[in-house]
């Protein structure tokens, strides 16, 4: 094991290093984290960004690791108005109106706008990490075997809205995790090791964590993994959006886009961006020529998926 912690330290490092990041998104997460770990001596900037209006974890982690690292932070805070300007923002880009993949890309969204509008010309992002070493909560269920084909899984299916964003933005992304160098040694890596016990508790990314567990305070590196809707505090915008949104409307919206659009809108945040997303694109079950549909917005699915990257519908 020590020459396998040993081996992902030295490509994640040299990936990092070769990467000319000018600045570095940080939420305090462990991947975010552990690339911040290795550009020390590098002269770089780190990006937060922070839900005002509701509460949020990140900040304190993004300190603490900026602190560590000696990076400088620079930490948006983000009101209501300014969450909802970027969730219209980000339907554009992304072309979908999934409330999971909005809620997290609006923190990509505001990260990187504030680094472009800070005169950053690229910016560094931990994308790849819980793909390749196993850190979505939900593999913790599985068994070793069943884990394995669901990373193959992913593998073949994995994207990255950070890209699309970064390219909309105008700022370069770095991605060192999925250098070739990184994402094909962590294939090689067996299950058994990424979901792992650790005093008695089961980690995701347990492997990935014990090669950096030295370089890194405890309460970041065995840090539980949070999405970042949850610890910028964006998921706030599901009970800010399910009071402003009456239910006479709500009713007589779903009717509407049912009969008209062949969907089936769950939630009120789901009409919210619903609606966005109508006013620059059609309804979903106008796109693509797949056979297999989403059973709620008949979108086209790609062979393998388990949920629709449009409506959020999981699993299907």
Known sequence: ??????????????????????????????DSSILASCTKNKKMTAFALIAKDFDSTDLVHAQLV??????????????????????????????????IEIRNNIVVYLTMKAAK????????????????????????????AELEQDLQRIWSVMHFPSRAI????????????????????AKKISADLKIHEEKRKKY??????????????????????????????????TSFLDGMISDSYFAEKTKHYAE??????????SLCYYEIYRKYFDAPHKLGLAETKCPNCN??????????RMCGSYPI
Not at 2 to 30: M, N, P, R, Y
Not at 166 to 185: A, K, N, R
Not at 207 to 232: C, H, N, V, Y
Request: aromatic share 10%; hydrophobic share 35%; proline share 2%.
């Open 1 to 30: 094991m020590q020459e396998i912690t040993s081996q992902i330290k030295k490509l994640v490092t040299k990936s990092v290093l070769e990467h000319d990041s000018d600045s570095i998104a940080l939420s305090g997460g462990l």
């Open 66 to 99: 900026a602190k560590w690292c000696d990076l400088q932070l620079d930490v948006t805070t983000a009101g209501v108005d300014d969450l909802l300007s970027a969730a219209e923002n980000t339907i554009q880009i992304l072309q979908v109106f999934n409330p």
């Open 117 to 144: 509008e800070s005169g950053f010309e690229s910016i560094m992002t931990g994308d790849g990490a819980d793909e390749l070493f196993a850190g979505y909560n939900f593999f913790k269920r599985l068994s070793g």
């Open 166 to 185: 970064s390219q909309s933005i105008g700022i370069v992304l770095h991605t060192p995790f999925l250098d070739d160098s990184v994402s094909e040694y």
């Open 204 to 237: 995701t990314k347990w492997i990935l964590r014990k090669a950096f567990e030295g370089d890194l305070p405890e309460s970041i590196t065995w840090r539980e993994k949070s999405a970042m809707q949850d610890g910028s505090g964006t998921s706030g915008l």
């Open 260 to 269: 008209k659009d062949q969907i089936k809108i769950l939630s009120k945040e």
């Open 299 to 308: 979108y086209s699915l790609k062979f393998g998926a388990h949920f629709c």
